[in-house]
């Protein structure tokens, strides 16, 4: 019994840890994000600019097109880790509710002998 809610709250614990362990790459991502989206505000507003005139357009082309590639990157990785916060969440709040159920079974368990 009692190995069994040591299970029960050591799956408790983890699910918590992994629930705010998510929650700490959410916010991440989310900063992340909008750092993208002011980076992609500058290249546009740097693309129309040297878009006036087709020498600068091509002058500027090797330079934006690195840039965006960066911004693409970057926003393939934050869409990664949202949905590996997105499994944290999930394991975690199964987790919980598992150690919970053990938990609570364990004690109503000694209860009914």
Known sequence: MRSRRILGIVLLVAGIAAILFATYIDNQVAEGRI?????QQKVDVGTSIFSLTPQTKQAT?????SVQSRIDQGTLTANQYEILAHGFKI?????AI???LIIGSSYTRKNKR
């Open 61 to 65: 082309a090797p330079i934006t097109r």
């Open 35 to 39: 750092q993208i989206t002011e980076a």
């Open 98 to 100: 598992a150690g919970i």
């Open 91 to 95: 394991g975690g709040i199964i987790a």
